[in-house]
């Protein structure tokens, strides 16, 4: 199966869209909870959908753009969170791009995406073989590899950062599906679908459309840091999926009157409207970001990611304790949530992350 199928969109507005893309994407979840597992056809059904390029659009509308890109990044993580890593990398990608890109970036990559190729963004590095690009006029040539890059071995167009003397710069070196990848050491509990390994992408050569950006572009605030809420997006989405399964759990099993039952379902109901009006308001502030509010922003965002962090958590445990064993035997939908959720919930320096957002409220007064 090939993810660059050419297809016709579908007529539908983008969130029925996703919504229907993760009904299907919800009914193969437990076919794909395998190692080396991808949701490959997912994939193409959301090209089909007319939501690959999507993006390219949304990019341009600001706040209502960030608006929609939400709810469809919610919506994909309700039905797969895998699913949603990876089209979340996707999206990730096509915003650099859109930010970054000049002409020849934009002839070679624009018709790629709206053919459907699958992007993704690679920056973990191997410490034993970092990533390096030598530079060979306009062009260059890679040394080294990437180390949890999800979709490897499927994602043809990786955005990857790769070390010069002058700082990292962003290069998008072209892949053969199924070449360069090596999945072995992806053994997490969780998140197993989205074939998140190595990749080798040593003696790649460059053209000039391939590499995007200046010197540190890829680290610049507010971008780096602010555009984490796409990923609390596609968390927030699996957050809701629980609380809906609790629910389909209680109401079947006729203990949705019982008041410990209930009072943890309002604490999980709480969690995922909080994470939700998080999640939109920091989609909002990072849709435009002004320069004198790039601090804010960041700072905003940051405590996002503990507002989501620590609903999800508990959120898994309320959940886990009312349904009992049964959720933790496979292949109940909820045990494979749990795991992918709590997997997907391990984010860059999250203790960071909570102490900068700390810093900024101490020094504004009235924030
Ligand atoms: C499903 C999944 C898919 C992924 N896909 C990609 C991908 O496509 N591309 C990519 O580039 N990456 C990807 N990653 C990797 C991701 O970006 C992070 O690198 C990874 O999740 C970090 O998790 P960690 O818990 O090891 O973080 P850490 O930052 O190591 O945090 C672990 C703990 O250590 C603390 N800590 C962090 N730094 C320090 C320090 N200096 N001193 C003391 N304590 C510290 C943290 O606060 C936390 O308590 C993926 C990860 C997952 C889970």
Known sequence: MTVTLPGRPTALPPLPAARQVAEAARRRGAALDADGAFPDQ?????????????PLDWLR?????????????????????????????????????HRLGGAPQRALLE????????????NTDDRAAPLRLERRGTGGILRGRKILASGAGWVERPLVTAATPEGAVMVLPHLRQGERADLSSWQASGMRASATGAVDLDGIELSEGEIL???????????????????LAVQT???????SLLRTHLVGAGRDGDAQQRARVADCAIALETARLWVDRAARMAAEPLED???????????????????????IEDVQRSVGLAGLMRP?????????????????????ALQSGAAHVLGQPGW
């Open 42 to 54: 997912e994939i193409v059904a959301l090209h089909h959908a007319g939501l690959m390029a999507a």
């Open 61 to 97: 509308q600001g706040e209502a753009g960030a608006a929609t890109l939400a709810g469809v990044l919610c919506a994909i993580g309700a039905g797969s969170l895998p699913l949603g890593r990876v089209y979340e990398g996707h999206v990730n990608a096509l915003g650099l791009l």
């Open 111 to 122: 018709p790629e995406i709206r053919a459907g190729r699958l992007f993704g963004v690679w």
């Open 213 to 231: 950006g200046a010197p540190g572009d890829y680290l610049r605030q507010p971008y780096f840091s602010s555009g984490h809420w796409r990923c």
């Open 237 to 243: 989405g699996g957050m809701a999926e629980l609380l």
């Open 293 to 315: 509010e790039a601090e804010a922003l960041v700072a905003y965002v940051n405590l996002a990611r503990g507002a989501v962090e620590r609903g999800a958590a508990r959120m």
């Open 332 to 352: 109940h939908p909820i045990e494979r949530l749990s795991r992918d959720l709590g997997t997907y919930l391990r984010q860059p320096a999250p203790d960071y």
